[in-house]
């Protein structure tokens, strides 16, 4: 079931499903909406994801180490998850920086939902540095038993 891609800074597809919900958009809880992807045009990092599928959904782990809960935007629109954070890295005024190997200041990555997942009751947690989004599969793709009558 490959069918939830990302976009971004990488085409290609991810390994498991997700679903957009038939509302036009819906935030993330715990997920902050000013200036939500509003610098949509800076050059950012994709932040690594690992998405584990069972039976009742998926969870999404994507790892933005720097970034402060405040400065985290999570986003659906459509069938599009969005997630966007800004590294935040404390320098003391009276220190210079002199050499820096991170010169951007943003993570961003892009996902492509199927229709499988519920985006209506995705759950967010940001802890140490790690985004941690529960997708619940949609009513019609869960599994269910299925009872047999004697006759």
Known sequence: MNNMTRTG???????????????????VAGATSEGALASRDLPAMTPPVDVIEDASGITLYADMPGVPRDKLNLKVEGDQLDIEGELTIPVPADIAVTYAEMNRTLYRRTFTLSKELDAEKIAA?????????????AAHAQPRRISIQAS
């Open 125 to 137: 947690e940001f802890n140490n540095g790690v985004l941690t989004l529960r997708i619940p599969k």
């Open 9 to 27: 800074n990488d085409q290609a597809p991810a390994k498991a499903p997700a679903n957009g919900s038939a509302a036009a958009s819906a935030e």
